[in-house]
C-alpha cells in the first residue's frame, strides 16, 4: 500500500489503534527510569502496571478532542510506542503532541516518522491548524527529532524542570499547517 493511501502510514511506521496486547511493552516502557526521566516533568514515581495501562488506554479513547494511536513499524508490525494529539478544539484547532518510541525503537528514524505521520494526519485529516508540544531541555534526542519533523521552537520556561539535582528549561515547539505545508 502506498503511504498516499493510508493516512496513518508514514515511510517507517504505521499508526493504529491501541490493543490490549500492546499494554505489556508500553507499561514496561513507561516504567523504564531514563525514558521517564526524558518524558517527564514531575518526580519518577513508580506507578503499578494498571495504573500506567489505564493512561494509555485514557490517551486512546479517540474523542473529538483527543487522539491516541499506538506505533507499529511497517517491516515487521512491531509495536515500537504511542503518539497522542490532545486538547484540540474546534475553534483554535489546535493541538498538543506527546510520543514515546520504546528503548530498542529508538535512532533509527521510527520517531521523525512518526512525528510527521502523526502532523499529516493532524492537519489534512483532522483539520488542525497547529500542533504544539513541550520537551524538557535536557531532552537532546527529542529536539532534534521534533526540528527535523518540522517543529520550531517558540520560547522557553527557564529552568522550569528539578530534575536529577538541577534545574533545566522547558521548551515549547510548534508547527502550524502553513508551514508544514511548505
Excluded at 18 to 31: K, M, Q, T
Excluded at 61 to 71: A, C, Y
Excluded at 124 to 151: D, I, M, P, Q, W
Aim: proline fraction near 4%.
Amino acid at each position: 500500500m502506498a503511504v498516499d493511501d493510508d493516512p496513518l502510514a508514514g515511510e517507517l511506521v504505521r499508526l493504529r489503534e491501541l490493543r490490549e496486547s500492546d499494554l505489556p511493552a508500553l507499561v514496561a516502557w513507561w516504567r523504564e527510569p531514563a525514558l521517564a526521566v526524558q518524558q517527564t516533568t514531575g518526580p519518577v514515581h513508580p506507578q503499578p502496571d494498571g495504573a500506567v495501562a489505564e493512561m494509555f488506554r485514557a490517551w486512546s479513547r479517540n474523542t473529538h478532542t483527543d487522539l491516541g494511536l499506538s506505533v507499529e513499524t511497517r517491516d515487521t508490525g512491531e509495536l515500537a510506542g504511542h503518539v497522542t494529539l490532545y486538547g484540540a478544539n474546534p475553534k483554535d484547532r489546535c493541538a498538543t503532541l506527546a510520543v514515546v518510541i520504546g528503548p530498542g525503537f529508538q535512532d533509527r528514524g521510527l520517531g521523525t516518522d512518526t512525528l510527521r505521520t502523526i502532523v499529516r494526519y493532524g492537519f489534512c485529516e483532522l483539520g488542525l491548524h497547529r500542533v504544539e508540544l513541550t520537551v524538557n531541555g535536557y531532552n537532546s534526542r527529542a529536539l532534534a527529532a521534533y526540528a527535523k519533523a518540522g517543529f520550531v521552537e517558540e520560547g522557553r520556561r527557564r529552568e522550569a524542570v528539578f530534575r536529577s539535582g538541577g534545574w533545566h528549561d522547558q521548551v515549547l515547539m510548534s508547527v502550524l499547517r502553513d508551514e508544514w505545508a511548505r
